[in-house]
């Protein structure tokens, strides 16, 4: 495809630009100026020399060449601006280069935020590069007065690049806070060190790993570090912070939030909302295209989350809220799991009437708050193994609604290692197969067995 006709002048005018801004005489032929201008990095090589105007007026070229030539000038400037062939050798002109050694952040095309240490902007990581921040190594007494902090809403990964490591940079308080769109730091190991992180990445809710292939937090303070990172999620035992967890658990291993991307014991499984109420919990990543979704997103299977804000069903306002979940299923590929923590899954939402496939599930562990304050009437644990149970605190507490539970004849909760104060606290319709009446003063784990003469139990067999 031609571009039309189009004067010599401009192409003379965009070869002096990248003339001027080399230092060099090279003559360049059309096609090889996109890559001359991509190879432009503030080195002057002191031998600038303009060539004139050809002779020849005009002719015609490959829209190609121009639009390559657009391009390179953006990758080099980081902006979005469309540019006509004769605003071409401006834009080159008006090009700097943030040179010498410099720890920065830089804003790359796919929504990753890059720190390195080079001798001027670059990118490891790879892609465009957007905007460029200069990161102050004596710290930041606050997120706002942060260089990067206008963007921060635009992260989505954070890539922390090995050149970083040798620094000793000590203060990065602050240095991730209110990153509500990031999901995933990588490199930590890079921060090693470090003796003051408070706040580092409070209020990030969307993070769900950071990868570190060591790290040591001798020396390290960090007040409120992972405050509201109530997807956050180690990779060792599925630990989870609190909102006033320290220093003390930026760490891999038991107990850590830190994920050694070698060794990263999690596995995940979906929770797909959609527009009729239903949620499916299922290890297929891709929604049903063919039903209205409301939210999608990913949980861990071994998490031991703290509280709610994990799943698509408990954004704090709008369609995502917990209260218009009215169902859920757990589909069959769920069986694929052998290890599951049901942690705060439907805790409190209000409208849930209906829950089925549970008997899908295999290898549940902990199923704190899994049901509390839900509206359902029935629930039917038929096929469900309990034999790997450990925790059922408060599991259907505030339930009031409840009537009944199914269950297999064979049910039988594991004889030790298992606890669960509370767990029918408030369900006061709730029933056992053989006549047994929620009391207050049975409301412990030991009455989920099968009520029986002689072993009342809550729940019926069937």
Known sequence: MAVGTISTHILTDIANAIRYQAGVATLYKPGEMAAAVTALDGTDAGNYQAQQYMQLESGILSESVFSDIADAIRGQNGLSTQYQPGDMAAAILALEWDVGYKVRALLLSDGTLEFNYYDRRRTIHGGTIQQVFEVDTNGYSSASARSWDSIKLLVKKVYIDSSISGLGITNCAYWFNAFVNCTEVSGFENLSGMTNAAQMFSSCSSLETIYATSFSNTGLSGSLMFN????????????????????????????GVLTDPNNDARTWFYGHFYEDGEAVLTATSTPDANRALRASGRICAIGKYQAIGFTPWTGTTGGTHRQHLTSATFAADMSSFSYLNLIYLFYSCTNLASITGLGNLSGVRQMRYTFSSCAVTTLDFRGFDPSTLTDLFYCFSGCSSLTTIYADSTWTLPSSGISGQQCFYSCNRLVGGNGTQWSSSNTGYTYMQIDRAGTPGYLTAS
């Open 228 to 255: 509201g990172c109530t997807k956050l999620v180690g990779g060792t035992d599925g630990f989870v912070p609190t909102n006033t967890s320290g220093a003390s658990v930026c760490k891999i291993g038991t107990g």
